[in-house]
């Protein structure tokens, strides 16, 4: 099967890795002439897990490229996904597939809302890689993958094909509450981690980021409470606890965004929580302090 990848970062690649370890062709949709100056110099990126370091051949061209597409992952920044999508629109097959795999919520359901007659699913990922050099990816943990179909028609089988991509990938038939549950841990751990300029493990060390967290962590238990979507078996704060204690040495995305000065992932996280809040009522000001600040910080002259 051929498959197009829109977003040549370190989950886009890990995935391009698989697919052509389980037999597809990959062709990587680079985002400018410079990148793919820079790619088609090497004509290859590696994987590095455990050790053992694997060459990959993968294609490139540009969204202008004319060749159908039939297989479709999306793998750029949230913030960057529909753009992206809308580049290569006109290539799509009428019967082709599309996977989103990005943090965050709001492009899933506005891709799917502005493009009903398209199979889109999306997914949520605890894989975790980082690039040593460019083009040259360190897997960093084997995490799982669940998926679930987002429009209205789509074949069931596709799950099963990409089953065979990826051993640890399970399929959910209610992928909104799995996009939730990302999305409630990462309002508690990414603003945090980014205006503390800490690592995960060191918003538990502190008794005021502790108390930010919780506060963060009771608003978004709340409101999802009323908007009755299920998130976790505990509290949140347990539960995010947990996940700051397990990833304690890593840097969350958004700490790495802000701190190399990039555009952060802030509005599809805790910028689409703070907007569902207002469907419920019910007040965030925590979660819509850490807004404000990152916002200001990232882009000052846009707000
Ligand atoms: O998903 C993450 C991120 O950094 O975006 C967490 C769970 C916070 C791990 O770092």
Redesign the pocket.
Known sequence: MQWHILGAGAIGLLWAAKLQRAGHRVTLILSGPQKLNQYNEIEHFSVTSEGLTDRFNADAELAEHTVPIHHLLITTKSFAAVDAFNSIRHRLAGNARILLLH?GMGPQQQLVDENPQLEIWAGSTTDGAYFESPWNLVRAGIGDTQIGRLSEYGDEQFFEEMASVDGKLTMTTDINTVLWRKLA??CA??PLTALYDCR?GELLKYTDRRAAMAQICKEVDSVANALGITLFDRKLMEQAWD?AEL?GR?H???QQDVSHNRTTEIETITGFFCKAAKQTSIPVPANQLVLEAIRNINEPDDY
Request: no cysteine.
């Open positions: 943090n841990i990462n751990i990414n995960n996940v990833t890593n969350s995305s958004m």
